[in-house]
């Protein structure tokens, strides 16, 4: 089980397709993961009666405990 005591941010990426290839990696090779996510919304914002619509990307943080930590780094430089 990974816990904030025994985990080790591996990267942070924006990117959906670059999220999934690295948790198909971690998964084949047994390493234990967890993601943290942020943002994926809308954010109307109304300056003097203005309506601005910022798209908000989605942050995807992944985290392998750290006694993995370094046999994921070494997995993710291999399949660039």
Same mark, same amino acid.
Do not use: C, Q
């Given at each position: 089980?990974? %816990?904030?005591? &025994?985990?080790?941010?591996? @990267?942070?990426?924006? /990117? $959906? ?19 943290? %996510?942020?943002? &994926?919304?809308?954010?109307? @914002?109304?300056?003097? /009666? $203005? ?30």
């Amino acid at each position: 089980m990974i %816990t904030i005591f &025994n985990r080790k941010e591996l @990267i942070i990426t924006y /990117s $959906l397709e670059k999220e999934a290839k690295i948790r198909n990696l971690l998964s084949t090779h047994n390493i234990d993961y967890t993601i943290s %996510t942020l943002g &994926n919304m809308m954010r109307n @914002i109304t300056p003097s /009666s $203005l309506d601005i619509r910022i798209d908000v990307p989605t942050e995807y943080k992944i985290y392998v405990k750290r006694k993995d930590y370094e046999k994921a780094v070494h997995i993710l430089n291999e399949n660039r």
